[in-house]
């Protein structure tokens, strides 16, 4: 026994698992780890996992800190007691739920759908994985009160999570995400989750839900004459292990698209992602296969998903013919000036129209949308925030598109979150009406920073862990708001914008303005070059972020690549100069 190196609270913790209403597995699970895995035990005990405004993500095991039945069933009874708050006890609640391709995801959804049904709430239970866009479209197709979909995004394969939705299909905004927080928090026992299911209240859904929403997605092309003159157009899809493989490629057929071919070796659905060290399409060693297929077959895209298939990432030739990955800056500035350009020569803006994107996205997508008077909205870094926006402007106004540097977009107002079935559609399309043009994407890279400027962004993630780091972290944000840098990289800094205090303050001339969003904590510094740098504390994990942005204007097509260069080296300037590297 080595229980006696262990923290007596945690220690008390875990035995209370050994006894009540918890499964024999579990029991046996715990008391091995009491008696041969004190740092195990630890970390699976030291606190319970924390159901944040997105909802839970954890490592999957036994323990309070863990993903597992019981977190799962505390995390549903929770968010349906606040349900049953909101919309009052006679109601006939509605919930939808859906799950990705990671280990225990179906077990998972399965779980939440008993804790929901032993609650009075109906039920619709996707019957097999799919992709998290297409549970945003069913909330809202089938009038639903809120929904979950089971999944960890892209973290790796000992991870899944719980992501919860409210009747407009976007993820939970104030007030809603900090009441369901305190009622999650409410259930201090197992005992209190009603595990005992009504199984006459869970429905499955499927197909007919699969057709209604690529139906929708279908109506969503502008340029369906040029798809047929290009329906040969060689696309390689990978959807990396994940729940893109139950639609996209079906997807890219309704739009007439019939020269698709799938990275066989990322085909099926696997929740250990086991040709990848993370599934994520952000990463370029997640694309090499996918790279190396279109390479053999002489392609002209390639498309790829994150598992549960809300973000995309592409690779495009470049004038060398070698393939280069586009960042999610970069594909939202095309798609976005696709749809403008196609939506402007159909006769489709009046004026009313709009687009959105975060306040860490590139400031070029402002630029596109100001040249064709559609309005440009700023909001804090989530879809949630796009989707409320949306939301806000229903009946007023015309939402074209929005995306963010995450490599998230969405097409359309009929989903409420970033949705990579849609993107990779038009996408394609996209690429089909530069060559009906004679160009390639790239050529529109640099038809785009002709018309506007070059724009060049970069990324720096710091981990720091633990409380201590946690503490780091603050100070630093504090000492940023005390003490700003007059200057970085030569240049001055002419506006700073505090998303905690709201306030917008002009350097030059001492002018202040109020910023018209929640508090987030989120600096930004805008210099007299034109470059950008936003900081934040991410909210999902460990670390700061530094979001750095810079542009020039490229005099000729020539040009583009040396400036390209230029500008790298001008990132890796300003960020030796603010002392990170």
């Known amino acids: 026994m080595v229980t006696k190196h262990l923290d007596q609270k945690i220690l008390d913790k875990a035995k209370v698992w050994l006894k009540g209403n918890f499964d024999q597995e579990t029991k046996v699970k715990v008391q091995t780890l009491i008696d041969n895995d004190p740092q195990e035990l630890t970390d699976a005990f030291y606190r319970n996992l924390e159901f944040g405004t997105g909802g839970l993500r954890g490592i999957m095991g036994v323990g309070t800190n863990r993903m597992n039945k019981y977190t799962v069933g505390m995390a549903t009874q929770g968010l349906a007691n606040y349900l049953k708050k909101m919309f009052g006890e006679k109601t006939r609640l509605k919930v939808a739920i859906a799950y990705d391709s990671r280990n225990n995801s179906r077990y998972f959804a399965e779980i939440t759908a008993d804790v929901f049904s032993a609650n009075d709430i109906k039920v619709f239970l996707f019957d097999a994985l799919r992709p998290t866009p297409e549970l945003s479209f069913a909330i809202r197709h089938l009038n639903c009160h809120s929904g979950v979909v089971i999944t960890a995004s892209h973290n790796p394969k000992e991870y899944n999570g719980y992501k919860a939705y409210w009747n407009d299909g976007a993820q939970l905004i104030p007030p809603h995400d900090k009441n369901v927080i305190a009622e999650v928090n409410n259930i201090k026992s197992i005992d209190d989750v009603k595990f005992i299911p009504n199984k006459n209240l869970i429905e499955i859904i499927g197909k007919e839900i699969d057709d209604i929403y690529l139906e929708n997605i279908k109506k969503l092309s502008v340029s369906p004459e040029i798809i047929e003159k290009y329906k040969n157009l060689k696309i390689v899809y990978t959807p990396i292990h994940g729940t893109g493989i139950t639609l996209i490629p079906e997807c890219l057929k309704a739009f007439g698209f019939n020269n698709i071919h799938i990275v066989k070796e990322q085909a099926k659905p696997d929740g250990n992602f ?67 350009k196609k939506w402007k020569e159909k006769g489709k803006l009046s004026g009313n129209e709009y687009i959105v994107k975060t306040i860490v996205t590139s400031e070029l997508i402002k630029d596109i949308a100001d040249q064709n008077n559609v309005e440009c909205y700023d909001v804090l870094t989530g879809f949630k925030w796009i989707a409320k926006l949306i939301r806000l402007n229903e009946g007023k106004k015309t939402f074209i598109a929005g995306g ?36 390639t994407l790239y050529d529109l890279l640099i038809e785009i920073a002709l018309e506007f400027d070059l724009y060049k962004e970069s990324l720096l993630s710091i981990v720091k862990k633990g409380e201590t780091g946690a503490k780091e972290i603050r100070e630093i944000m504090e000492d940023y708001r005390l003490n700003p840098p ?37 600096l930004q ?57």
Not at 296 to 314: C, F, H, K, M, Q
Not at 408 to 419: E, Q
Not at 493 to 518: A, F, Q, R, V, W
Request: glycine fraction near 4%; charged fraction near 30%; include cysteine.
């Open 274 to 340: 086991p040709t990848v060290k993370s599934p994520n399409p952000e990463e370029s060693s997640a694309m090499e296969l996918a790279i190396r297929l279109a390479r053999e077959i002489n392609a002209s895209l390639v498309l790829a998903t994150d598992p549960d298939s809300d973000r995309v990432g592409i690779a495009i030739r470049d004038d060398q013919n070698d393939f280069i990955l586009l960042n999610g800056n970069q594909t939202a500035s095309i798609l976005l000036y696709y749809l403008i």
């Open 404 to 439: 963010e540097e995450s490599y998230g977009y969405l097409i359309g107002d009929f989903v409420r979150d970033k949705d990579a079935v849609s993107s990779c559609a038009l996408i394609a399309e996209a690429t089909a009406w530069a060559a009906d043009h004679g160009k």
């Open 525 to 581: 510094f805008f210099l007299e070059d034109g470059s950008k740098i936003s900081i934040r504390p991410s909210g999902t994990e460990p670390k700061i972020k530094y979001y750095f942005e810079v542009r020039d204007k490229p005099d000729s097509k020539a040009q583009f690549r040396s400036m390209n260069k230029v500008l790298d080296q001008k990132l890796e300037k300003i960020i030796q100069s603010m002392g990170l590297k």
């Open 486 to 522: 007059k200057t970085i990289n030569d240049s001055r800094i002419i506006k700073i914008k505090d998303y905690l205090s709201l306030k917008e303050k002009n350097l030059l001339t001492g002018k202040e303005n109020t910023i018209h969003m929640p508090e987030s904590n989120v």
